[in-house]
């Protein structure tokens, strides 16, 4: 019997190799599905190009501006950009319904918190993300992905 309404497949990416191995993976197993490459925004990561004294009160956080928030959005866009352009198949000829979205705050909190309030029926993401700075090439989860594995009530994937 044909399934009549697609699944929808949450695919969050950080600009890590583990996260575009988890795009490249969730294209070839879920193909006709719709596909959402997510991007969480974490306000206390100190961005590329924020000085140490941009922060409310000289702190290096991130302030939450409208400005802020529009640079973050086209950090964002680039990243989807290059990880589509990444792709070893043209996404223009592969059969995915793909929408990326965004969100601001701790990553893993977000990923939860998009898993609970969209419609979401799985989540695949990578093992470590951008923030290993180890290198150590572990089989361990990082933070992220274990804490997303341990909270959402979806069935989750994690691609080294």
Excluded: C, N
């Excluded at 697609?6 to 795009?23: F, N, R, Y």
């Amino acid at each position: 019997m044909a399934r009549s309404t697609s699944m929808s497949i949450l695919v969050p990416h950080d600009g890590s190799e583990h996260a575009q191995a988890a795009l490249e993976y969730a294209l070839e197993t879920f193909p006709g599905e719709r596909i959402v490459l997510f991007h969480a925004i974490d306000p206390f990561e100190r961005s590329a190009g924020v000085d140490a004294d941009d922060g409310p009160d000289g702190t290096d956080h991130a302030p939450l501006t409208e400005a802020w928030h529009d640079s973050q959005r086209g950090v964002a866009s680039e990243l989807f950009e290059k990880a589509l352009e990444r792709l070893e198949d043209d996404p223009d000829t592969l059969d995915i319904d793909l929408e990326t979205d965004t969100a601001v705050g701790s990553p893993p909190q977000t990923i939860v918190g998009y898993v609970e309030d969209a419609t979401v029926d799985q989540v695949v993401m990578g093992s470590r993300g951008g923030s290993d700075r180890r290198g150590t090439g572990d089989l361990r989860l990082g933070s992220t992905a274990e804490l997303v594995v341990r909270r959402v009530e979806v069935p989750v994937t994690v691609v080294r």
